[in-house]
């Protein structure tokens, strides 16, 4: 049987992982720029992560969410502790997706409504609410597709201040990515974020923070919408959550009740993925990455922003983003082909970076000088401009 390319993008076959470095089946070495698309936040088999997993694995790693599972309980306080939202309760899944349409699915059965707002170059997954709010028809099946959705322009307040006052009471939620990671690094304004909060409380509609990307310490707060001083109704995590475990979760606001049957999974909250996401809260409290996170982004980002030739360097702690001109358009190629380095990328023309928050100032170093080097030897064959 053949596998099926999910994502046919490269040719490369990764079987080791360790910290900011993967390598090939023939030991090269490569440096991760690209976290596995955000979801390394500890470092890849951290020692501490991989201990944990295997002790749990020792002693049970699954039984039915029909009994009590002391390690969810252990999950949900320090996650509570951690991110600053101890009032909140946990509710624990397999994947962004699945978070993401439990959030949906979830502010609809509280206020009865059926309408959402998502935005433009959104992306909030594959399943069949969370694919209706993705900006990306391509991805949606005809199945999928539901007039119940709303897309605006980000960061356009006067656009969702007319849509509330046309339909406001109609509104069940609006789900949105603090930071925007497969639309190319968007941030939203900080104004933005509290006009949806001040929004939601007039029409009794619910926030949904997709923070599957840009939460988990990513951004250097623990939630990007912290930044703007909101509180979300629902945040929905994942990716970073577990290290490359498969785990996902939402946190929901005490003035949400979940009734009996709203909410349910099989292998949410199994002690194997539990065991795994305390190993990431421990090491992201005990190395303090998440201020790291904050602080070698904005190193990052500053070298980024006097590198000639790039363009729109942006983004907050470890999600950063650039464009890239048409004459350095085999950039990105060339990084990973010609220095071994993984990044990331958004259509058209952006480069993502998603490192993981453990990454070390001199693997920052390695790779802006590699981005240098590679930059040079563009430039020195295609004549600019200025030169035709
Ligand atoms: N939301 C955001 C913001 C994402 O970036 C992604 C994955 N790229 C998802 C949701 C979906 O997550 P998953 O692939 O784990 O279902």
Redesign the pocket.
């Known amino acids: 049987m053949k596998l099926f390319d999910v994502y046919p993008v490269n040719d490369i076959t990764i079987v080791k992982a360790q910290g900011s470095y993967v390598w090939d089946a023939d030991g090269v070495q490569y440096l991760d720029m690209y976290g596995g698309?955000?979801v390394i936040s500890i470092g890849h088999t951290h020692p501490l992560w991989v201990a944990r997993i295997e002790e749990q694995l020792e002693k049970i790693a699954f039984y039915s969410n029909s009994v009590h599972l002391p390690i969810q309980k252990e999950l949900a306080e320090k996650l509570g502790k951690v991110s600053g939202k101890e009032d909140y309760q946990l509710f624990l899944c397999n994947?962004?997706?699945?978070?993401?349409e439990n959030a949906l699915k979830l502010a609809s059965f509280v206020n009865g409504r059926k309408k959402i707002i998502a935005f433009n170059k959104?992306?909030?997954?594959?399943?069949s609410l969370?694919v209706a709010t993705t900006d990306n028809p391509a991805i949606v099946a005809p199945v999928n597709q539901t007039d119940n959705v709303i897309f605006l322009p980000y960061n356009d307040e006067k656009a969702l201040e007319a849509c509330f006052k046309a339909q406001g009471g109609e509104i069940s939620s609006v789900i949105i990515?603090g930071i925007?990671?497969?639309g190319g690094i968007n941030i939203a304004a900080e104004s933005f974020l509290q006009k949806i909060r001040s929004l939601c409380d007039e029409y009794g509609a619910l926030y949904i923070a997709?923070?599957?990307?840009?939460g988990y310490g990513r951004s250097g707060k623990f939630f990007s919408h912290d930044y703007a001083g909101v509180n979300a109704d629902i945040y929905?995590m994942?990716?970073g959550m577990g290290n490359g475990f498969?785990i996902?979760g939402i946190l929901i606001a005490p003035h949400i009740k979940p009734k009996y049957g709203m909410l349910g999974t099989t292998f949410g909250g199994n002690q194997l993925a539990c065991a795994a996401a305390l190993a990431v809260l421990e090491v992201l409290e005990k190395d303090n990455l998440i201020e790291q996170a904050r602080q070698r982004g904005m190193y990052l980002l500053n070298r980024l922003k006097a590198v000639k030739g790039i363009e729109n360097v942006r983004g907050r702690g470890l999600m950063i983003g650039f464009d890239v001109p048409e004459d350095l358009k085999d950039l990105k190629k060339n990084l990973l082909y010609k220095h071994q380095v993984f990044t990331g990328e958004a259509k058209p023309n952006v480069i993502r970076l998603l490192p993981s928050l453990a990454i070390a100032r001199k693997q920052v170093d390695e790779f802006l000088d590699l981005l240098q080097e590679e930059i040079n030897q563009l430039k020195a064959v295609t004549p600019s401009t200025e030169e035709v």
């Open positions: 698309h955000a994947s962004g997706a699945e978070a993401n959104s992306f909030h997954g594959r399943t969370a990515e925007q990671g497969v997709d923070s599957v990307q840009c929905t994942a990716k498969p996902g």
